[in-house]
């Protein structure tokens, strides 16, 4: 019996041992090799009353979006199509945005994250959602 309990033992560390250690998110990995997490205020300063295009990471598909100083967005699709919206702040210094349309409002909060310069958005899975290609001042849409 001693020497069953020592097999599975041996058996249960070298299985742990192979296993591969659970991968980090893209947005770990951004963080652990030099990006920085902004601040609520930090991406205020940075989108308050400028007009961004936006990358989506998945698909390339770009979006410009005017974040005024009074919270509200407007969004222009590559398609053309012209949205509004509003954005805000948790406690936890994720930005979310709300867009009005004809589905139901779902409020969507990211990660804003400064690689190199450039602000990219991570969703809440830590999977990264696209980045911020140009910023212009005021709203040019």
């Not at 308050?48 to 410009?64: I, Y």
Request: charged share 20%.
């Amino acid at each position: 019996m001693k020497i069953r309990n020592n097999t599975f033992a041996a058996l249960l560390a070298l299985t742990a041992l192979s296993t591969p250690a659970l991968a980090e998110t893209q947005l770990e990995n951004a963080l652990a090799n030099g990006a920085h997490r902004l601040t609520a205020e930090e991406v205020s300063i940075r989108l308050a009353d400028k007009t961004v295009t936006f990358e989506n990471a998945n698909t390339g598909a770009k979006a410009l979006v005017y974040y005024d100083g009074s919270n509200s967005t407007k969004l222009k699709l590559e398609d053309g199509t012209m949205l509004d919206g509003f954005y805000a702040f948790d406690l936890a210094d994720h930005v979310c945005v709300g867009v009005y349309g004809n589905e139901p409002m779902r409020l969507r909060c990211v990660h804003v994250v400064l690689i190199d310069g450039v602000m990219h958005k991570f969703e809440l899975d830590g999977s990264l959602r696209g980045r911020i290609i140009e910023e212009v001042s005021g709203n040019v849409i």
